[in-house]
DNA sequence: AAACATCCTTGACATTTATCAAGTGTTTTT
DNA sequence: AAAAACACTTGATAAATGTCAAGGATGTTT
C-alpha cells in the first residue's frame, strides 16, 4: 500500500528513492474495516492521515442524537481533525470507514520532520492546505446561497466521484438536507 | 499605519527593525471610504491584504441578485480573494468597506518573498491559514447543523466583536436566514 | 431459506423560514 | 431643514423543508 503513496507523490512532486525511504519509515499502515472508526470524539487526534484505499467520512453528533456530515475521504486524499491536532483538545468529529480501507498515518511531529527534510513536500502540504480552505469557502457559500436542489446538483458537479459510492442519505447530512428531501429531489430532476 | 502592523506582527513573533524594514518596503497602503470596493467580482485579485483599520466585507451576488457575505475582515485580519490568487481566475467575490478602512497590500510575489526571508512570517501565515481552515469547517458545521437561532447564537459566541459593528441585515446574509427571520429572534430571544 | 438490517421512497402533515408589504425611527445627503 | 436612503420591525401569507410513519427492495447474517 506504499506505492499508492508512491505514486501519489511522484504525480505532484519530484521525489528521490531515498526520501521516499524516509517518508516509508516514519508512515504507519493501518486497515480498517466497513464502519470501523479511525476516530472518535472525545479522543485527542495526533496524527496526518493520506488515504491509500476505501473511503471515509468525517461527522459530528449533535444534542438529539443526528448525525452531521462534514466531509469525506477517498483515495488520494488527506483526513484528520485538525482542531484537535493543533490545540490538543479533545476530537469533537467521530471520522470512520464507509467501506473497508487502508490509511497511512504519520504523527505529527513525524509528518513535520519530513516537511523539513523534504521542501517540495512542504510545499505540496501547503498547496493542498490552499486549496482545501477555497473548497470549504465555497462550500459555505453553497450553504447559505443555494436551495437544497441547487446544493445537489453542485454536489454533482464538484463531487462527482462521491455520487454513486455513498449513501445517499449521507450526502444529504452533508448538504444539511433531509434525506427525504433528497429523495424527492433527486425523482423530480428525473422529470426533467 | 505600517505601525498598527508591526504592533501586529511583533505581538506574534520575533522581528528585528531590518526585517520590518523589508516588509515595510514591499507593502503599500491604501485607504478606503465607507463602501468603496477593495475588489470586484470580475477583477483578478493579486494582493495579500492585511486590515489595518475599519471593517470589510467579502461577498457574492447571486443569479437573482442577492448578497451573499462570506466573511467580514477587521484590523488585524487578512482578507483577499485565494481562489482568485491561486488559480488565477477572475473573482468569484467582491470586497468592500464598512467602514473607512486601512488596509496594507502585498503583491503575492512580494509576500512570497517575505515568506521566504523571514522564516518566523512564513510559520505565522501558516498557522494563520490552519486555524481559518478549522474555523470554516466549524462554520460549515453551525451552517448544516443548527436552526437559525442556533446559528445567531453561536455567532455572538464565535464573533462579538462583530455583533454590534455590522449591521443586522448582514449578520442575517453571513448566516444564511433572512433579515426578518434574524429580527424576530432576537425579539424572541429577549423575552427568555 | 429465514430473519434481519440497510437504504430508499412516498404520503400526510407540521414546522420553520422566506417573501411581500407597510410602517417607524435614524442617519446621510442635498 | 427637507428629502432621501438606510436599518430595523411587524404582520400576513406562502413556500420550502422537516418529521413521522409505513412499505418495498436489496443485501447480509444466521
Chains 1, 2 share one sequence.
Request: glycine share 4%.
Amino acid at each position: 500500500m506504499f506505492d499508492v503513496f508512491k505514486s501519489y507523490l511522484s504525480s505532484k512532486i519530484a521525489i528521490t528513492d531515498e526520501e521516499f525511504e524516509l517518508i516509508k519509515s516514519l508512515g504507519i499502515l493501518k486497515k480498517l474495516r466497513k464502519r470501523q472508526y479511525l476516530l472518535q470524539a472525545g479522543d485527542s487526534w495526533k496524527y496526518d492521515a493520506f488515504v491509500c484505499k476505501g473511503c471515509l467520512r468525517t461527522y459530528r453528533v449533535d444534542d438529539k442524537g443526528q448525525e452531521h456530515i462534514l466531509g469525506f475521504s477517498i483515495e488520494n486524499w488527506w483526513t484528520g481533525d485538525r482542531e484537535s491536532l493543533l490545540s490538543g483538545t479533545p476530537a469533537q468529529s467521530n471520522i470512520d470507514a464507509l467501506e473497508d480501507s487502508v490509511v497511512l498515518l504519520f504523527t505529527h511531529e513525524n509528518f513535520l520532520h519530513i516537511c523539513h527534510e523534504i521542501p517540495a513536500f512542504n510545499e505540496l502540504i501547503n498547496g493542498i492546505l490552499a486549496r482545501s480552505f477555497v473548497a470549504l469557502q465555497n462550500r459555505i457559500h453553497a450553504s447559505i446561497s443555494y436551495t437544497a436542489e441547487e446544493k445537489y446538483q453542485n454536489f454533482l458537479k464538484t463531487s462527482p466521484q462521491l455520487a454513486n459510492r455513498v449513501p445517499q442519505s449521507m450526502i444529504a447530512s452533508y448538504l444539511g438536507i433531509s434525506a427525504e428531501t433528497l429523495s424527492r429531489i433527486r425523482h423530480q430532476s428525473l422529470k426533467k
